[in-house]
T-cell receptor, first 114, second 114 residues
Framework: KAGVTQTPRYLIKTRGQQVTLSCSPI?????VSWYQQTPGQGLQFLFE???????NKGNFPGRFSGRQFSNSRSEMNVSTLELGDSALYLC?????????????FGEGSRLTVL | DQQVKQNSPSLSVQEGRISILNCDYT??????FLWYKKYPAEGPTFLIS?????DKNEDGRFTVFLNKSAKHLSLHIVPSQPGDSAVYFC?????????????FGPGTSLSVIP
């Protein structure tokens, strides 16, 4: 079956702009979580959605937001971009009912802020 | 404050020898631990997990050891192969049976030298 799909794969923005990233989970998966990966920081949890509801949120400022649609697809938005927002943003999907290591990651969206 | 630490950013090992990747955590509520492997330009993939009721879990060449009193776990790869060269993320969660946010360490880049 098709894996987790993230779009766009690469994008360049300038400071102050906003960006929207999209994630399509594996069919049947109802949980989508987002992570930011930067050198030295590893993967930092942003938020997790299940059945259109945000269940968990990491320690990121309010400029980072997300949502999930009824078809489980998810978007994350970053407003007023800063240079430090340059990172690889990874989306992961899971069935959502039990965590057994089965987080399936997409290939990520690499954001560069100039 | 990082709750999951991987103090070695990189590790080089000869092919055929043992690779030992270490991970320490600070949150005593963590009850479930996972290792993910990540190749460049790909999303992380699940490797192996361990619940706190065990002190060892083995899957082929990969073994994870957990020392809960020391809040320490390690991943052993024996024998190491060039294809194992990747970034390895240690991750932890408070529960296994219901979804909770997964906290990742910063990663250790393993290079297996032929």
């Amino acid at each position: 079956k098709a894996g987790v799909t993230q779009t766009p794969r690469y994008l360049i923005k300038t400071r102050g702009q906003q960006v929207t990233l999209s994630c399509s989970p594996i069919s049947g998966h109802r949980s989508v979580s987002w992570y930011q990966q930067t050198p030295g920081q590893g993967l930092q949890f942003l938020f997790e959605y299940f059945s259109e509801t945000q269940r968990n949120k990491g320690n990121f400022p309010g400029r980072f937001s997300g949502r999930q649609f009824s078809n489980s697809r998810s978007e994350m938005n970053v407003s007023t971009l800063e240079l430090g927002d340059s990172a690889l943003y990874l989306c992961a999907s899971s069935v959502g009912q039990a965590l057994t290591g089965e987080l399936f990651f997409g290939e990520g969206s690499r954001l560069t802020v100039l | 404050d990082q709750q999951v630490k991987q103090n070695s950013p990189s590790l080089s090992v000869q092919e055929g020898r043992i690779s030992i990747l270490n991970c320490d955590y600070t949150n005593s509520m963590f009850d479930y631990f996972l290792w993910y492997k990540k190749y460049p330009a790909e999303g992380p993939t699940f490797l192996i997990s361990i619940s706190s009721i065990k002190d060892k879990n083995e899957d082929g060449r990969f073994t994870v050891f957990l020392n809960k009193s020391a809040k320490h776990l390690s991943l052993h790869i024996v024998p190491s192969q060039p294809g194992d060269s990747a970034v390895y993320f240690c991750a932890a969660s408070e529960t296994e049976t219901s979804y909770d946010k997964v906290i990742f360490g910063p990663g250790t880049s393993l290079s297996v030298i032929p």
